[in-house]
């Protein structure tokens, strides 16, 4: 993508971006409004954007047919995720597996798969509204995967699971980025750790640091070493996200005073 812009009226939700992704898991972080689930709808291309250009999977997606296609092959997860409470999890998950137009012969077959891949297996034929809150978001992320997705898009995935599910899941996760890309957008620092391989750190719209886990583990200081009585604590991650963070404020702050 290049020069991705996201204004909602009067808000600069994503400031001319420019970012590619590749095959592999990555971490989408960053404070609250840094534009992240605006960057994610415009990837599952359910927003368009402003202005830029986007590429996803080798189609143009300011095109009908590029966006068809890709959606096709892409799995998305929303932060708010809308199911029909009547319909069972294999009904709903086979529901999306056919929105995506996927072969008819194969849908039982990917729906038992990706079902069981979530840890449903045994809930399968129950009723979504009968569903726990982690449950239902696992019927969340059976739907964005039963069509194997090339790309896999999902916000704030582990809201709402409890610690061994989210184990799981990022153990998934890590599984699906062997072969496709897989962008999570998070503000639970662990989930990166333990999931990903790439972060991006967005702020203000803005891309704040890109680079790999270990590499952003490394950005902070040593345990206990704060010396504002802050910085030093946390995990070596957090420690880091905090120091990328306070670095891109430092360089805004000062481009904005020479401007
Ligand atoms: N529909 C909308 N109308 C007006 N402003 C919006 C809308 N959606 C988002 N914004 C604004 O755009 C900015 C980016 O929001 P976005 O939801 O992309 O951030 P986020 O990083 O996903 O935040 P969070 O972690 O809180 O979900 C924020 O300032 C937000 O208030």
Known sequence: MAGLTVRHRRTVALDAV???F???VHGLLGPNG???TSLIRVLATVAAPTAGRLTLLGHDVSAHRGRTEVRRRLGYLP????????FTVREFVAYVAWLKEMPAAGVPDAVQYAVERVGLADRADAKVRTLSGGMVRRVGIAQAIVNEPELLLLDEPTAGLDPEQRVEFRALLREIGETATVIVSTHLVEDVAAAC???TVVESGRVAWRGTTRELSALGP???????????EGSAIER?????LRAHRAASATAAGTR
């Open 18 to 20: 420019d970012l590619d």
């Open 22 to 24: 590749g095959t592999g």
């Open 34 to 36: 840094a534009g992240k």
């Open 79 to 86: 932060q708010e995720f809308g199911y029909y409470p009547g």
């Open 197 to 199: 391989t790439r972060v």
């Open 222 to 232: 040593e345990a206990g070493d704060g010396d504002d009585g802050t910085g030093g």
């Open 240 to 244: 880091g996200y905090t120091a990328a």
